[in-house]
């Protein structure tokens, strides 16, 4: 229940203009209040004045957001693009105030806007709206001054490349300082990145994505990795293929793993590791919380190393995606869950060939991860009556709450192959929400409807992916072209 400051902070921020006009007199403890109220109301002059004569040292926004003892509303969900232009046109405006440390981090990215207005931004909106207001400070040529650290996830691709350097090495006095503490690089070229990982503050970064169009190759990670240097860094996501199990600087890149003391969290789907999991884990000097291994053609070797070695008891968020774990391996399945089962709250299993015939090897292996709050099985070809068997078994594991399930195999004609494409010709969409339907009554006959079932048919929701879509199909293109020139002139050379 909200306090009666947090309402009456509500009705002081439900009129911009006697809002705006008492702000002297409001008492310093109660600005966060008010400014919770006046992004709760889209209220972007208000915020505006607030930010610019914000009388507090640090303004942090995800906890400003989050729920509280006094406004028990969760915000952080609202990306509110109207509230967070203003906050960005707040801090930049010039006046007398005590901050220094505007942390801008904590905002989640969702499919639906949570927002009443409808109107988002993106994580790659609000590096490009930082970057850009950064600059236009610069251009200013503002009098020296203690600047405001402003700390940021930046997503940095070519369409914003150059700002964002331009923002992160001014020239001289600026009135914003920003400051890196999560980055995510697409449609870079490996000497763009490289360039402007060491301007973002390597030593400070404690996430970094690399992904999609970014071409790294072995060699290219261990120079990544030991030139630049991420002592603090927890999370490290690689770009696919970026690994080969063949290639000689795969122990060198283990090695530069093995230093960095924090990392809990990584990722290399799509790497080609054959046999080489060992090679690559086995030097890390922490336990790893979240591993996503998916389509990284591990065989049985691989599988019982990760079935025994000290990360397994520890993980978190596991995806093994494309490997055929019920088929060729059930039994070390079966003792890598049971390892994982005290920690376990994430797993993904999509496309893993997983069958109506693996159903009890899949719920037996599932059956002691008490703790497990997500699972995802796209793209395996069970029937409707699979499903049931296997969603009676989940019934039983307390804490789940979400699962992707694939689109059963009754959904389309008899004989057809399996395909992965609910587009296909013959897909039968009554069929499938008759039978989603049905595995929603059996969850509410086990009294759990707590339990929430969905099949993405496109695929899971990427914000980041779903905000450059135009750019990634530019730089798609482009790639495609290159193909078609080197394939033309290989082709006049053999003439």
Request: glycine share 6%.
């Amino acid at each position: 229940m909200k306090s009666l400051r947090s309402v009456s902070a509500e009705a002081l921020a439900s009129d911009a203009q006697v809002a705006r006009q008492s702000l002297e007199s409001v008492a310093h403890n109660l600005y966060p209040l008010l400014f919770k109220a006046s992004y709760l109301l889209e209220q972007a002059d208000v915020i505006h004045d607030l930010l610019a004569r914000w009388p507090l040292e640090e303004f942090r926004l995800g906890a400003l957001l989050g729920p509280s003892a006094e406004h028990p509303a969760d915000l952080r969900e609202r990306a509110c693009r109207v509230c967070l232009e203003a906050c960005v046109r707040g801090l930049a405006a010039s006046g007398p105030r005590r901050l220094r440390v505007a942390d801008l981090t904590g905002i989640r990215d969702v499919q639906v806007p949570q927002c009443p207005c409808g109107r988002t931004l993106g994580r790659w909106g609000r590096t490009a709206l930082l970057a850009r207001t950064c600059c236009e400070l610069q251009a200013e040529r503002c009098a020296p001054g203690r600047p405001v650290e402003v700390l940021a996830d930046l997503f940095v691709t070519d369409g914003n490349f150059e700002a964002v350097v331009q923002a992160l090495q001014p020239a001289g006095p600026a009135p914003l300082r920003l400051r890196c503490l999560s980055f995510r690089a697409d449609s870079l070229g490996p000497g763009q990145l490289l360039h402007v990982l060491r301007l973002a503050g390597p030593g400070a970064l404690r996430k970094l994505e690399v992904v999609h169009n970014v071409r790294l190759h072995t060699g290219l990670v261990e120079q990544l990795l030991g030139r630049v240097g991420f002592p603090q860094l927890v999370s490290l996501t690689l770009p696919a293929r970026a690994l080969d199990g063949e290639d000689p600087h795969l122990a060198a890149v283990a090695r530069a793993l093995s230093q960095m003391t924090q990392l809990t969290e990584l990722s290399v789907a799509f790497s080609n590791l054959t046999g080489k999991i060992q090679s690559l884990l086995g030097p890390l000097q922490t336990p790893l919380r979240a591993l996503d291994l998916g389509n990284c053609a591990l065989n049985h070797a691989d599988m019982a190393f990760l079935a025994s070695c000290p990360h397994a008891s520890r993980l978190e968020v596991l995806d093994l995606s494309g490997h055929e774990l019920a088929g060729l391996y059930p039994a070390t399945f079966c003792r890598l869950l049971g390892r994982a089962a005290g920690t376990l709250r994430v797993l993904t299993l999509e496309e893993c060939g997983i069958a109506d015939s693996h159903v009890s090897v899949v719920a037996l292996a599932l059956s002691p991860c008490l703790a497990l709050q997500e699972l995802r099985f796209l793209g395996n070809p069970l029937s409707a009556r699979a499903l049931e068997r296997l969603f009676a078994a989940l019934c039983a594991l307390p804490e789940l709450r979400c699962v992707e399930f694939p689109v059963p195999k009754d959904c389309y004609p008899e004989g057809a192959a399996y395909p992965e494409d609910p587009g296909a010709s013959g897909f039968d969409r009554q069929k499938y929400d008759l039978i989603a339907e049905q595995l929603r009554a059996l969850l509410l006959r086990a009294g759990r409807e707590d339990i929430r079932i969905s099949s993405p048919l496109f695929g899971s929701f990427d914000p980041d992916i779903q905000e450059t879509s135009n750019e990634l199909g530019a730089f798609l293109l482009q790639a495609f072209k290159s193909a078609l020139e080197k394939f033309s002139r290989a082709l006049k050379q053999m003439e």
